[in-house]
């Protein structure tokens, strides 16, 4: 487990802004949380640097691109070797569908979350990804039927 960094006012401010915007400028950032431009821009550097800020990305709409549902879908192996695990961590990883995979501790290995057009987009996914792999014992799928939140930030 990765361990946690000490964080004063002026960088829990910083995280806070990038969190809701990311794309402003320095000069913004500045200005948003009340430093100027030079040490915003070194406490930013050294966010980065600590690993922190892990990248900067875009949220998109999955259901205007076509990606209407969202299945969250718990899996069993029924091998636990090295191998086994390695093998399908990598199917999974390869997957675009595929937006989180948690190892777990309980009832299943792995929690997946997947985006799919629709049942069958799942389907296919399941048989191309999950019924093929040798280690996967079971797996028990629930569809969203709505996104209640959604959200990356994080409580600062």
Known sequence: ???SVDLDQFERAILAALQKNARQSVQELADRIGLSTSPTWRRLKALQDAGVILEYVARLDPAKLGYGQTVYANVTL????????QDFEKAIVERPEVQQCFSMTGSADYIIRVVVQDAAHYERFLQEVVFTNPAVQHISSH???????NTSALPL
Do not use: G, I, P, T
């Open 1 to 3: 487990m990765a361990q």
């Open 78 to 85: 029924a091998k636990h070797n090295r191998d086994a695990l």
């Open 143 to 149: 569809f969203a039927l709505r996104e209640v939140k």
